[in-house]
């Protein structure tokens, strides 16, 4: 079945450091792959998302490249704010549906000013 | 634009009690509806899923029910808590016609049983 593996948190960084949060993930074919973010006491709002081999995701200064040959979506930052800090999530749709939305089980960033 | 709401946002009841958490969307026609939860340290599960009024979809056997008793109601409901419910429960809606993947998530719903 699918599933979605994400470098184990919590992370906390200095404000301007470089962020990387690693995923990785298994399904057949080629599914589509999203970062969430929660901020603290918030829902899940999408971040970025790749529906295809070598797209890259990107948004407020995060990017992630859709790997097919080592199956990854890192996420990274080049200079990481205070703001930044909450919980990401990798997930993966297998048919493009949101129904079938595979999530990582999150890491927790904490920038520190 | 759309929105989504759900409430209350924080809720402790004891083992044994009922629960019911409301979910209603705005600004949209028929849209798909999502309960999840979010164990602490935990992804993601989900829990029901529905496409239409009356049409419920459950993903986890458990003590919990889904019911959508208006286009854009989604409640999710026990009649008797467990210890093991407590977590943070988000509803979310996408769109009932093309599917990019992308969820729009409430706020969420922190429930403590105790």
């Known amino acids: 079945g699918n599933s979605v593996t994400q470098m184990e948190g919590p992370v906390t960084l200095s404000e301007e450091a470089f962020l990387t949060i690693n995923c990785t993930y298994t399904?057949?074919?080629?599914?589509?792959l999203f970062w969430y973010v929660q901020y603290p006491g918030e829902g899940l709002q999408l971040l970025l998302k790749a529906t295809k081999a070598d797209d890259k995701g990107s948004n407020k200064g995060f990017e992630a490249t859709y790997r097919k040959e080592t199956t990854s979506f890192h996420l990274e930052k080049g200079s990481v704010q205070v703001s930044d800090s909450a919980v990401y999530f990798c997930a993966l749709s297998r048919s493009g549906s949101a129904r079938q939305l595979t999530f990582g089980s999150g890491t927790q960033l904490t920038v520190l000013p | 634009s759309q929105t989504i709401h759900q409430w209350p946002a924080t809720l402790v009841q004891p083992v044994g009690s009922p629960l019911s958490l409301e979910c209603t969307v705005e600004g949209t026609s028929n849209p798909n509806l999502y309960w999840y939860r979010q164990a602490a340290g935990r992804g993601l599960q989900l829990l029901f899923y529905s496409v239409g009024i009356g049409q419920i979809s459950s993903e986890v056997p458990q003590n919990l029910s889904a019911s959508r008793p208006q286009d854009r109601q989604f409640i999710l409901s026990s009649k008797k808590l467990l210890l093991s419910d407590s977590g943070f429960y988000l509803c979310?809606?996408?769109?009932?016609?093309?599917?990019?993947?992308?969820?729009?998530f409430g706020e969420g719903s922190r429930l403590t049983v105790l």
């Open positions: 399904a057949t074919g080629y599914p589509s």
């Open positions: 979310a809606w996408t769109p009932s016609g093309g599917n990019t993947g992308e969820l729009f």
